[in-house]
C-alpha cells in the first residue's frame, strides 16, 4: 500500500486497491458519498453496498482503489476502460464529504497517474461538468486539456508519456496487394486511436537501392529471378506510384521517408530519425538501442498443412519465428489461434504478444455505387462470390461441389470466383478444378475472372448474394475477403475452422470444413434470406470503432516495445 504525506495534516494518506475485504469499508464510503453535496458529478455507476461488494471482487485490468488517512477511508478512486479494451482508461475521483478541500483529490489523482504509467497507459481521459468549478480547476492545474464533449460537459485528456516517434516498416509488405492492405490497415489503425494521438508516425519506404554487397542486394537479384521464371503464377506487384499515392491520402500525420532495402539503412534511419520503436518487423533486426521492435508473426501454416511445404521452408519458418519471438519485446498477430500457436510450437517465446481485434472496415469510397460493373464482367441475375488466389489450401473444390448441389434447382445463380489462377506450390490445381467444371457441365455457370481491379472486387462483392470463404486455413479470421465484406454489411458463408470462428460481427453462417453437403444447405438459405445492408452512415459509425479498438492494441504493443518503458 503506497502512502505519502497527507496536506495540511500530520496523518499518513495511504491508497490501497480494493480485494473482497474492502467491500464493507468501500461500502461505508458510498454511503457517504451519495448523500454529499458532490454527488452530483460522480456517478459513474450506482453508489451503494451491492455495487461495492461487486466492484471488490474483479478481478480484470480496471484499477479500483482507496485511500486511507490513517485507518479511516477517506477517498475512492478509479481507473476503468481497459477490460472493456481501450488502451486509455477513465478515471474517477470522489472524496467523503469532510475531506474535501484538505488536498487529498490532488494526492488520489497523482496515485492514479503512477499507477496508469505503471501500466503503459500513454494518456487518461476523464469527463467533468463545466459547473464542478473546484474539480475543473484542480484537473487544469494537473495538466489536463480540456475539449466540448455534451451540454453542459467536458471531455478531459492528460497525456503520461511524451510524444512517441513511430517508425513504419514496409519491406516485405508493399510488394503485394495483401501486404500493402495490411500495412495501411496498421497505419489507419493507429491514426484513429486517441492514445496515439501526439505520435508521429514515419513510413521508412525502401525505394533505394541496397549496398552492393548487402544480403538485401542479393536477396533482390534472388527475387528477381524467382519472378521471371514464375512471372506467370503471381500478381503484379503493386507500382511504386500507386504505393506512395496510398501512403501520402492518409494525410499530414503520415512522413514518407526513402531509404535504400538493405538492414543497415533501416538501422541507420532510426538513430537519424530518433525513432522510438518500429512496426511491424518480420525479422528481429537490431534497429539500434533507442529504437523498441513490434514484431509481426503471420500464421502457422507451414505446421497445420506441412504437405504445401518443403523441409526446407519448415524449417526456415520456424528458425525465423523462433528467433522474432525470443528477441523482440513485443509481437503483434491477426489471431487469437495465432497467439495458441506461438505458445504450443515456440514454448520458449518471451515477447508480449497483442492479438489485434477483427477489424473489418470499409473505405468511404468504396460506399460509392459504379455503374456497370457487374454487365462488364458479363453478370446478370443471383451470384455467389469466392475472392480467394486458387491456392490449393483455399479449397475452392469444396465450394464448386457445393455449387453443383444447387445448381440444377436455381438456374440463373452464378458462382463468381476472382484471384491469380496458378499455385506454384501446386501447379496441377487449377486445371483440376477446371475438369471438375467441364464434367459438371457448369463452365458457363461459374465465371472464373482471375486478377481484377480491387475496386471492381469490391463492386461485385457489394452485389453478390453471399461471400464463400471455404478456406483450410487462413492467418486471420476469414482472411481479408471476409473483413471486406463484412465492412460493407455482405453476408458470409464461412468453413468452420478455428480462426474463422473469432470473427466476432456481421452476418456469417459457418459449415464444416470440406463438407460440401452442408455449404450447398448454407447457399440455399442464404438465396432465400432477404437481407437488407445497413445504411452507409451505420458501416462507417462501426468501422472508426473498431479502428480504433485495433489502434489501441497496436499502441500498446509500441508501448511494451518502446526501450524506455
Known sequence: ????????????????????????????????????????????HPLDQAEAKRICGLSGKDYYCLAYLDETPVGYGMLRGWDAGYAEPSLGVALAPGFVGRGLGRAL???????????????????????????????????????????????????????????????????WAGGLDFLCGLINSLLAAPSAEKAELIVLLPTLPPKFWSKANFKELEGRIKRFFRRRAGAKPPELEAVRERLAAFGDRIIIHEIRSDAEAHADACRELKIDAVLPSMRP??????????????????RHLPELFSPIERARRDRRFRDLVTKVPAVIVNARCVAKDIRTFIPEASAQVFTLPFTPAARPEWLLRLEGKAVH?????????????????????????????????HPTVKLV?????????????????????????????????????????????????????????????????????????????ASDIPV???????????????DDEALAERLQVALRRKHRRRDDQALLDSAAEKTRQCGEVIWQALLAARPSG
Open 109 to 175: 489523482t497523482t496515485h492514479l497517474h503512477t499507477v496508469a504509467k505503471e501500466r503503459g497507459a500513454a494518456s487518461i481521459r476523464l469527463k467533468v461538468y463545466t459547473r464542478n468549478q473546484a474539480g475543473r480547476a484542480l484537473y487544469l492545474k494537473l495538466g489536463y486539456a480540456f475539449t466540448p464533449h455534451a451540454d453542459g460537459e467536458e471531455l478531459g485528456r492528460i497525456v503520461l508519456i511524451p510524444s512517441m516517434r513511430v517508425g513504419i516498416l514496409t519491406s516485405g509488405l508493399v510488394h
Open 417 to 493: 470466383c476472382t484471384g491469380i489462377t496458378v499455385d506454384s506450390r501446386s501447379p496441377d490445381y487449377f486445371p483440376s478444378l477446371e475438369a471438375d467444371l467441364r464434367q459438371q457441365g457448369l463452365e458457363a455457370r461459374v465465371a472464373i475472372l482471375g486478377l481484377i481491379p480491387k475496386r471492381d472486387q469490391i463492386e461485385l462483392l457489394k452485389g453478390a448474394v453471399a461471400l464463400i470463404q471455404p478456406t483450410l486455413f487462413e492467418g486471420g479470421p476469414g482472411g481479408g475477403a471476409a473483413y471486406d465484406a463484412i465492412g460493407l454489411d455482405v453476408p458470409v458463408i
Open 1 to 44: 500500500m503506497d502512502s505519502v504525506p497527507a496536506p495540511r495534516s500530520t496523518a499518513q494518506v495511504r491508497f490501497r486497491p480494493l480485494d473482497l475485504s474492502s467491500a464493507a469499508n468501500l461500502g461505508r464510503l458510498f454511503d457517504q458519498i451519495r448523500v454529499s453535496p458532490g454527488a452530483e458529478f460522480f456517478h459513474p
Open 377 to 409: 464482367y458479363g453478370l446478370s441475375g443471383p451470384y455467389f462470390i469466392v475472392c480467394n488466389q486458387f491456392w490449393e489450401h483455399k479449397d475452392h473444390r469444396t465450394a464448386f461441389r457445393a455449387f453443383a448441389r444447387i445448381a440444377a434447382s
Open 285 to 302: 533486426v537490431d534497429y539500434g538501442a533507442k529504437c523498441g521492435t513490434v514484431g509481426y508473426l503471420y500464421d502457422f501454416q507451414h
Open 500 to 514: 474463422n470462428l473469432e470473427i466476432d460481427c456481421g452476418q456469417v453462417d459457418f459449415f464444416p470444413v470440406g
